[in-house]
């Protein structure tokens, strides 16, 4: 076995696989114990040392699998993920670049990349936005048709909301969220009582309707990329019934051959 193959199978062990979640999990716990003032003032130097120890051994983790790897490496997206994140954190964190401090949390998100589910879980969402992007078209216009009727009917009325079409887009944006909306809904109401129409199917069309439809994309997408746990086992089952029934007609195809006579035999097995 090549270095390289040793290399690999480390890497693809469970115990190494397993020993990098409790990293970035402990490393994601530590950095949000160094927001405490508390934490630091006692514990800080430890904190720190465990960041850098965390750091030290996400790097060697990346070029173990570069060496592992080779050309390999790059040809998949987790390991760009992965890459750009420890890069990120190797940028010194000190005059211009000071702000890169805050995204060391980014590493959390290794998490992505290292659980399996979570993977499956993220490909199902990117394979759902060409769906999404759909129905965010719809939303989109939805609510800019709704904003400018508002405007129109409820500008005079409610200004501090409905005065000009930016403000009602984000009044109109924040009702679909179901943020105080029946407080919006009753200033407009003292003026204009039928004005409960206009918000009960505004929130119909826009929160009912369009956004459930993302909750159906994403399950259908779901469903396509992983097959849950009974279709999997029918599957299974199915294999083998398959492989049973081939089987029996085997043998039933050796029972007749032995029960014709020679001369209907085929000639090979005179």
Same mark, same amino acid.
């Given at each position: 076995?090549?270095?390289?193959?040793?290399?690999?199978?480390?890497?693809?062990?469970?115990?190494?696989?397993?020993?990098?979640?409790?990293?970035?999990? @402990?490393?994601?716990?530590?950095?949000?114990?160094?927001?405490?003032?508390?934490?630091?003032?006692?514990?800080?130097?430890?904190?720190?040392?465990?960041?850098?120890?965390?750091?030290?051994?996400?790097?060697?983790?990346?070029?173990?699998?570069?060496?592992?790897?080779?050309?390999?490496?790059?040809?998949?997206?987790?390991?760009?993920?992965?890459?750009?994140?420890?890069?990120?954190?190797?940028?010194?964190?000190s005059g211009?670049?000071?702000?890169?401090?805050?995204?060391?949390?980014?590493?959390?998100?290794?998490?992505?990349?290292?659980?399996?589910?979570?993977?499956? @879980? @993220?490909?199902?969402?990117?394979?759902?936005?060409?769906?999404?992007?759909?129905?965010?078209?719809?939303?989109?216009?939805?609510?800019?048709?709704?904003?400018?009727?508002?405007?129109?009917?409820?500008?005079?009325?409610?200004?501090?909301?409905?005065?000009?079409?930016?403000?009602?887009?984000?009044?109109?944006?924040?009702?679909?969220?179901?943020?105080?909306?029946?407080?919006?809904?009753?200033?407009?109401?003292e003026d204009?009582?039928?004005?409960?129409?206009?918000?009960?199917?505004?929130?119909?069309?826009?929160?009912?309707?369009?956004?459930?439809?993302?909750?159906?994309?994403? @399950?259908?997408?779901?469903?396509?990329?992983?097959?849950?746990?009974?279709?999997?086992?029918?599957?299974?089952?199915?294999?083998?019934?398959?492989?049973?029934?081939?089987?029996?007609?085997?043998?039933?195809?050796q029972l007749?051959?032995?029960?014709?006579?020679?001369?209907?035999?085929?000639?090979?097995?005179?």
């Open positions: 076995m090549s270095g390289q193959e040793r290399v690999r199978a480390v890497l693809e062990s469970s115990l190494v696989q397993r020993t990098i979640i409790a990293i970035i999990v @402990v490393n994601a716990v530590t950095i949000g114990c160094e927001t405490s003032a508390y934490l630091m003032e006692r514990v800080g130097g430890l904190l720190y040392a465990i960041d850098r120890i965390a750091l030290a051994i996400f790097t060697a983790e990346i070029a173990a699998r570069l060496y592992a790897y080779r050309g390999r490496f790059f040809a998949d997206p987790w390991n760009w993920f992965d890459a750009v994140i420890v890069a990120v954190a190797l940028v010194p964190a211009p670049t000071s702000v890169l401090r805050a995204l060391r949390i980014l590493r959390a998100l290794r998490l992505v990349s290292a659980v399996p589910s979570m993977r499956r @879980v @993220v490909g199902a969402l990117l394979a759902a936005v060409p769906g999404m992007a759909s129905i965010i078209g719809l939303l989109v216009l939805m609510i800019y048709i709704a904003a400018v009727i508002a405007t129109k009917l409820f500008g005079d009325i409610v200004p501090e909301r409905f005065d000009e079409l930016p403000r009602s887009l984000f009044t109109l944006f924040q009702i679909m969220t179901g943020d105080d909306w029946g407080n919006v809904a009753q200033e407009v109401m204009k009582p039928w004005a409960w129409i206009f918000f009960i199917v505004y929130i119909l069309m826009s929160t009912f309707v369009a956004l459930n439809l993302f909750i159906a994309v994403v @399950v259908n997408a779901m469903n396509d990329v992983e097959p849950s746990r009974a279709e999997a086992a029918a599957g299974t089952e199915l294999e083998s019934v398959r492989q049973e029934l081939a089987a029996v007609n085997a043998k039933l195809d007749l051959m032995r029960e014709r006579p020679p001369e209907l035999r085929p000639q090979a097995d005179r």
